[in-house]
């Protein structure tokens, strides 16, 4: 069959969603092509094009599948792109973490589709475009969603290494960037897939909690691929928790310089799974920063969100990480509920004194597929917009009134950044990795956002009556889908 798989272009100008690689779908071609069908990847997003653009380009190819991936709050994004598409395409799946979180519930969100894949997408797939050869004879694969059908849940593929790499071949390689890389040329790698931990605002639907790792061997093959076939010089490790087997990242590290790489790279870690000498070995192997999930520096908030790590495990990874000479990013819930000013001010604090050289303030979500969905699934929080989300009206859980944790997040981006220190190393860290556009669009936007007044949403919020408790978000006429803190950047 002929498949197009695309990312759509951005929402609006408003919309600064990092330039990164989309990964699943990446994934999603190399296994389509290695089943024999004619694969073609679009990312509008990284392109720039508009959505008449889009619409053009799917008109001339007329695939027989058209592809789509999304996340929660671009959802909508999503469901554009297959409205527009609809009359020049044969079929329509959607795939990512929220058709897997929400099942059943995308087709009324997106009633163009004709199909969407729950879960990890490569066997599914090529199973769902044979099922379609084959007339829709019998029940659907497992892991696939159609109207009126139940779903048979996939168990994940093992072992890992057994997917095919990407196909960043089919990917606009020189477009992608990323604002804290030390060098130009980006790709993104996933080593290990699921993750043990029980965190209350993370959607762990794709996956699941078993953690599947790749060897360090085929790891490094890959990273060797990149570097050498491709010609990129800065990996971003999108795993969720790249540092769990401290051996495994030993055993990286040390395969990387044996084969001379000269690759560097930043990995996402928890503060509870690194030390001193485990981060040297990284920094010797071309690591120059790790992103740890901190959250908060309030020991209710930590248990609240289920972090399972202590604020002396995050001020000890910091100083070792510093030590190193390790760059460190730092992302961080504020206002979570239980949480008043002084609380969300300790944690700005607490920020600074770990010595973080890059944070991400984000507020509190439900998002579906998550254990503080479940938990307040009837409710959804205040809208606190906050400039690095992609949903700008993010529905969030905190006993603040809106406005109030509104001005805080204000307070918390301005006070991080504009201070000599950041924005220097920002700057610095911009212009080796190629990233000054992306910079001053990302600027641009907390600059307006930093100076705008108060937010619709918010002044609601402020005339709502106050409730005491966990449960203070406000209620809401229907479940709605929302966001999660920021993760990944
Ligand atoms: C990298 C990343 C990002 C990147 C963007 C990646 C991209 N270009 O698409 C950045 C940093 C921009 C980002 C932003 C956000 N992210 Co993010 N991100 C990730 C992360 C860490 C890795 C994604 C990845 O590459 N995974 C590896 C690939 C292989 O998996 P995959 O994408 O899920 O794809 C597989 C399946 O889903 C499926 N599939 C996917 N697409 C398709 C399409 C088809 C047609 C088919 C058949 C199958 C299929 O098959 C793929 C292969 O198995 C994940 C966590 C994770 N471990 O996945 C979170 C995650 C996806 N992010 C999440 C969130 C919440 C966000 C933010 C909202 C955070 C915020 N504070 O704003 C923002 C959204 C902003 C925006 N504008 O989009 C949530 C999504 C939850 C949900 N229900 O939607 C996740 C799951 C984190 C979590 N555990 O909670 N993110």
Redesign the pocket.
């Known amino acids: 069959m002929r498949v197009l ?1 695309a ?1 759509p272009p951005r929402r609006d100008s408003r ?1 600064v ?2 330039s ?6 990446a ?2 071609a190399s296994a389509l092509r290695d089943a024999g069908h004619a694969v073609e990847l679009i990312d509008a997003c990284v392109l720039g094009w508009s959505w008449r653009d889009f619409e053009a380009a799917v008109r001339r190819r007329r695939p027989d599948v058209l ?8 959802a909508d994004i999503a469901a554009r792109a297959a409205r527009i598409a609809r009359p020049h395409v044969g079929r329509i ?6 058709p ?2 929400v099942r059943h519930a995308v087709f009324d969100q997106v009633p163009e589709l004709d199909a969407a ?1 729950a ?4 066997d ?2 090529v199973e ?1 475009l044979s099922w379609w050869e084959r007339g829709s004879a019998g029940p659907p694969p497992p892991g696939v969603l159609v109207p009126g059908r139940p779903l048979v849940p996939r168990v994940p593929r093992t072992p890992v290494q057994s997917l095919p790499w ?1 196909a960043r071949d089919l990917l606009p390689n020189d477009r992608y960037r990323y604002l804290f890389a030390t060098r130009p040329g980006l790709a ?1 790698v ?1 080593t290990s ?1 699921g ?1 043990p931990f029980r965190c209350s ?7 699941g909690s078993r953690w599947r790792a790749r060897p360090p061997g085929d790891v490094v093959d890959e990273l060797v691929h990149i570097e050498r076939d491709l010609g990129l010089s800065f990996v971003n490790f ?3 928790n790249f540092t769990l087997s401290r051996r495994r990242v030993v055993g990286i590290c040390e395969e990387m310089l044996r084969r001379g790489l000269r690759l560097e790279w930043k990995c ?1 870690g928890r503060v509870d799974g690194v030390d001193a000498e485990l981060l040297a070995l990284m920094r010797r192997a071309g690591c120059r920063m790790v992103a740890y999930g901190v959250e908060s520096g309030n020991a209710e908030t930590l248990a609240l969100l289920r972090k399972d790590i202590t604020v002396e495990q995050t001020r000890r990874a910091f100083a070792e990480t510093r030590a190193a000479g390790l760059r460190s990013l730092a992302y961080i819930i504020l206002g979570a509920p239980g949480e008043d000013a002084t609380d969300v001010r300790r944690t700005i604090e607490f920020c600074r004194e770990i010595g973080a050289s890059y944070v991400q303030f ?1 507020t509190l979500s439900a ?4 254990p503080l969905f479940a938990a307040h699934a009837n409710r959804v929080g205040a809208g606190v917009p ?1 400039p ?4 700008l009206a ?1 529905p969030t859980l905190t006993d603040l009134p809106a406005a109030e944790l509104q001005h805080l997040l204000r307070q918390a981006w301005v006070g991080f950044y504009l201070r000599p220190r950041p924005l220097a190393r920002l700057a610095r860290d911009a212009w080796r990795s190629g990233s000054v556009g992306e910079a001053i669009r990302l600027g641009r936007a907390l600059g307006r956002w930093a100076m705008a007044g108060p937010d619709p949403t918010a002044a609601a919020a402020r005339g709502a009556p106050k409730r005491r408790g966990r449960d203070r978000a406000r209620p809401s006429p229907r479940p709605r889908p929302g ?7």
């Open positions: 798989l990312r919309d969603g990092l990164v690689p989309p990964l699943g779908l994934y999603v592809g789509l991936s999304t996340m929660t709050p671009v799946v959607l795939g990512g973490p929220h897997t979180a894949v879960g990890e997408g490569e599914t797939a769902l990407p993104t996933i897939r993750c605002f993370c959607d762990k639907s794709v996956s999108y795993d969720d996402e984000s998002m579906p597929g998550t906050n690095v989300d992609g949903d993010r966001g999660t803190p920021g993760h990944a950047a």
